[in-house]
Every structure is written in structure tokens, then in C-alpha cells.
């Protein structure tokens, strides 16, 4: 009854000719902004529940798709088995990573057309006359005897360790001067970030095999996918920097850049992609992003990117934290004191390395509720200049905390 207009209630006896239904023009108002409160929450919860029943609807097309194509494929496999040969095949291109690309799809399918041509002829051969057999069977085992030969001499080439071939001095100097290159148009404008990436991509074809290249052409993809606003560029400058680097890391699993800049463009392809998808792009964000931490412990733009992941882990929406509850057993945890904690490791490794750190700073101890370290923090940050877009939203979201 406390929680209930006076007006509301039952009138007494002797009341008369008042009614009981009026209310006060003040308790009007409280009725109306609490209906219209509910009014709110309930159309929110509409639309949530409605983003999640299309969110489930994209995740069983995704898993049916998935389910037909591991069919085929087993299919496809089954049929190679019936037909039997000498000949070895390289796996080159074929992905051995956890990213099913488009290429290693085609890569398979054609090889199941060629075999299936082999083992046909093969199987006409059958019908010939024996002398024909015995002649094509021995061509096919001179050619069998021929692959393996070369194979095993391109394979002593080879280093165990896959390591690349090694250039010779003046393609060395090259590279070098190169890299030094890259480097430094990475870190110019938009013009030079655009020259870079051109730079890289003409020299692909003489430096492909190596790894501070690959990377760093990576990195490139990742500046283009900043630089354009159009959503299918974006989606297929970040598609192929993660290509280049799915390769890389097969053979160079221990380079921290390539963890790192593998975990960004994860990050980047996920933008545009289903609630589901993007919380999965998470998972692999943190594993790669640990993993490059474990190599280059004193790198504090690690930190910096582990501690964005924290804080979007803390900061997960009511319809985002059903959906991981719903499609992973163990979800991510993170909360704003451990943002909190790799921002500041961030101002310990290299004090003022960003605007957009400081400012997260200050939202971490507005959040906690220590409203003196915010604001504190936001005044170191108002002292370094917006040197990235990134620092320009900073600077946007520094005005807003400000007002």
C-alpha cells in the first residue's frame, strides 16, 4: 500500500461526494512517468528478445551449412579411397589452421576432379589388352619413381624448422630497407599508410616468404581497413591481411607480431558479423593476444589491447551475455578492474602512450566509482595530442565525460 498512491485507495466511509479516483496533478505525474518507464523497458525488451531470435535464426544456418559441407567433403574423400594410386600429392595448399578459407575449398575440390579423371582412366585401362596394361602400368610407375625423386630432392632444400630460403645479399639489403621503409609511412598519415600498403603489395612476389614482411603486410591490410568506411572493402582488407597471416603463423608461430596483428584483424572482420560470430572472434582475439604477451611481455600496446578486451567483456549487453550463456559452456569473464589493471601496466611499460589509454583510465575509475582518479586522469589525458583516430574518439568521449 506504501508503494501505491493515497488517491488509489479505497475511499473511507463518510467521504461523501469525493471521489476516489482523483488524484493530485503531482501524483499524476508520478503515474505517468512510471507508466511510461514500464513503456520503455518494455519495448527495449522487444527488441532484444527480436535481435536474439535472429541471432539463433543466422547461428542454425551457419550450423546446417557447416553440418552439409562436412558431408560433402566426407563424401568426396570416400570416393578418393576407392580409386587408389601411386602418385604423392603436396598438402601445400591446403590450410591447416582453424579458418576454413575459400581457396583451400577450391584447392580440394579440384584436386577431387582431377583424381576422379586419374582413376577413370585407370579404370578404361581395365578393357585393354594385357600387354597395353603392363606397358602403362610400368609408364605409371616410372612416373611415380620420377615425383618422389624430384620431391625428395626439392625437400632437402628444406630446413626442418621450415625455415624460409635464405636471400641472397643484395635482396637481404633490399628487405631491410624496405621494413625500415613500411615502418615509417606506417606511422605517417592517411597518404602514407596508403603508400605503404602499395609499397608492400608490390613486393609481395619477392618477399612473400618472409616473415618480417608478412606481418608487416598484415599490418598494412589493418591501416586500409581503418582508412575506408565502405563495409565490404573493409571486410575484404581485413579477410586478406588474416589470410596472409593464417600462413605465417603455420610457420612462425612464435613471432608476438603475428599473434598480435592476427588477434586486430580477427577483431576487424568481426565488426559487420552476427552476435554469435562476434563473440567467437572475442574468443580467438584473447587467445591470440595472450599468446603474443607470453612472447613479448614488455610490448605495452599488448596491454593496451587486452585491456579494451576486458572492459567490452565487462561492459556486455543483457541480449550479449544471454547469447554467450546459450553457446558456450565456459563464457569469457573480465571486469572493469582488470581493464583497469592492463591500462595501467600500459602508463607503467610507456608513460602517456595514448590519449585513448588515459581516457579508458578514467572511465574504469568512473565505473568504480573513484570519481577524484577519474578525474585526474582525465586531465593527464587532455594533455597529449590526438595523434590517432582512435585518440579522436578519445577526445570526443572526454568532452562528453567532462559535460
Not at 512517468?33 to 543466422?58: G, M, Y
Not at 606506417?186 to 602514407?192: A, C, L, P, W
Not at 582488407?237 to 580477427?266: N, P, R, V
Not at 568481426?270 to 572475442?282: C, D, L, N, T, W
Amino acid at each position: 500500500a506504501q508503494a501505491v498512491p493515497r488517491a488509489l485507495l479505497p475511499a473511507e466511509a463518510g467521504d461523501g461526494a469525493v471521489s476516489s479516483l482523483l488524484l493530485r496533478q503531482d501524483e499524476q505525474l508520478e503515474v505517468l512517468e512510471r507508466l511510461d518507464f514500464v513503456v520503455r523497458n518494455v519495448v527495449e525488451l522487444r527488441k532484444e528478445v527480436e535481435e536474439l531470435r535472429n541471432s539463433l535464426q543466422h547461428l542454425a544456418v551457419e550450423i546446417v551449412g557447416e553440418v552439409r559441407t562436412h558431408l560433402e567433403e566426407t563424401q568426396r574423400m570416400t570416393r578418393r579411397k576407392k580409386f587408389p594410386f601411386c602418385r604423392d600429392r603436396s598438402d601445400s595448399t591446403g590450410s591447416s589452421s582453424i579458418y576454413f578459407t575459400a581457396g583451400s575449398g577450391n584447392a580440394n575440390t579440384d584436386d577431387g576432379e582431377s583424381e576422379g579423371g586419374y582413376s577413370t582412366a585407370n579404370a578404361e585401362s581395365d578393357y585393354d589388352r594385357e600387354s597395353e596394361r603392363e606397358s602403362e602400368e610400368g609408364d605409371d610407375d616410372l612416373s611415380c619413381d620420377t615425383v618422389k625423386t624430384v620431391r625428395r630432392d626439392s625437400l632437402d632444400l628444406v630446413t626442418e624448422d621450415e625455415s624460409p630460403l635464405l636471400l641472397d645479399s643484395s635482396l637481404e639489403e633490399g628487405l631491410g630497407q624496405l621494413l625500415e621503409q613500411a615502418d615509417r609511412l606506417h606511422s605517417g598519415d592517411e597518404q602514407d599508410k596508403r603508400e605503404g600498403f602499395q609499397l608492400l603489395l608490390n613486393n609481395k612476389l619477392a618477399y612473400a616468404g618472409q616473415q618480417e614482411f608478412l606481418w608487416r603486410l598484415a599490418r598494412a591490410h589493418s591501416d586500409m581497413w581503418e582508412l575506408t568506411e565502405d563495409a565490404d572493402e573493409r571486410r575484404s582488407y581485413a579477410t586478406g591481411g588474416k589470410e596472409e597471416l593464417e600462413l605465417a603463423l603455420q610457420k612462425w608461430d612464435q613471432s608476438a607480431e603475428c599473434h598480435q596483428w592476427f588477434a586486430i584483424l580477427c577483431g576487424q572482420m568481426s565488426e559487420y558479423e552476427s552476435i554469435p560470430k562476434r563473440i567467437q572472434a572475442g574468443y580467438i582475439f584473447k587467445e591470440h593476444i595472450d599468446k603474443a604477451i607470453a612472447l613479448k611481455p614488455q610490448d605495452p600496446q599488448l596491454y593496451y589491447l587486452l585491456g579494451r578486451w576486458c572492459y567490452q567483456v565487462a561492459h556486455l549487453g543483457w541480449l550479449e551475455k544471454r547469447t554467450v550463456s546459450a553457446l558456450f559452456e565456459v563464457p569469457p569473464t573480465a571486469t572493469v578492474q582488470d581493464a583497469l589493471q592492463n591500462f595501467l601496466r600500459v602508463e607503467e611499460l610507456s608513460p602517456g602512450f595514448s590519449k585513448a589509454g588515459r581516457v579508458y583510465i578514467a572511465k574504469c575509475y568512473k565505473d568504480l566509482g573513484e570519481a577524484s582518479a577519474a578525474v585526474l586522469w582525465m586531465d593527464l589525458a587532455s594533455e597529449l595530442p590526438a595523434s590517432t583516430k582512435e585518440d579522436a574518439d578519445s577526445e570526443r568521449e572526454l568532452e562528453e565525460m567532462r559535460s
